[in-house]
């Protein structure tokens, strides 16, 4: 019998506005975590991003590897060719918790 | 517990509070940082540079606090520390800000420094000294980077002793 997949969601807001709902950000921000983890340690961690508002976004990563993501998350300075920072505000089990957490 | 950091330049206290710090102090403007060269110091400055007998001197100084402006795998610079019984402040922006082969060997800097702090038993904590808001950290990224840099002992204390050391009372 298959293990249900447990996840882990970060809470993470940007230090300039930017649209996370468009995909081609999205798939700058998977390339650079890609860059910054390593194949193997990037496929353990699968992670999924949730665009929450301008300056937030919620990631979705595999339980016990959300140490990974946040130093992946510190390490990126860049998605899209804009220059911005990412802070991780908070980690979840639950993304209503972090829902909660959003700026209003 | 109460997470402090330093950077080069002003936060309001909510984007401070929203990043879980209880405050980032300013260099230069909320903390006196100065070169460890000069003789005088005033009360509760913090020295800062690499020459080893100069930041070693400063610490001697009762209310002197000692920053490292990058890695420094030095175990004659270490063992002073250790003998002044301070908390020695790590910029660890270079693991953020560089890139490609630099970063790596910065990170190796970074965790050879901390494991002769871990030998010597001298107390070490990691700052930012962020020039802008895109090298600040939250204090969640900072206490896993220096979990993963090998900052001694529970990253938490590594975080609040800069408020303690610097005499603020919880």
Known sequence: MAKRIKNRYLLAQTSVPIDMSLIENQKSLEEKMLKALGTATYSYTMPKIIPASQNEFILRVHRNTEEHAILALSFIKEISGKRLGIYTIKTSGTIKSLREKLIK | ?170
């Open chain 2, 1 to 170: 517990m109460r997470f402090y950091d330093i950077a080069n330049l002003r936060t309001e206290s909510s984007f401070s509070k929203r990043l879980g710090f209880y405050r980032i102090y300013q260099a230069g403007i909320e903390i006196d940082v100065q070169d460890a060269g000069k003789q005088q110091y005033k009360k509760k400055a913090i020295a800062t540079g690499s020459a080893e007998n100069l930041l070693a001197r400063a610490l001697k100084e009762r209310n002197v606090i000692g920053i490292l402006p990058k890695a420094q795998p030095s175990k004659r610079l270490i063992a002073m520390v250790a003998d002044s019984n301070k908390v020695l402040f790590i910029n660890v922006n270079d693991a953020i800000r560089q890139e490609g082969k630099a970063q790596l060997k910065s990170i190796y800097l970074y965790r050879k420094t901390l494991q002769y702090c871990r030998k010597s038993k001298a107390k070490a904590s990691p700052i930012t000294l962020a020039e802008s808001e895109e090298y600040l950290l939250s204090a969640r990224q900072l206490m896993t980077m220096a979990k993963f840099l090998g900052f001694s002992g529970d990253e938490k204390e590594a975080l609040s002793i800069l408020g303690v050391a610097y005499g603020e009372k919880d």
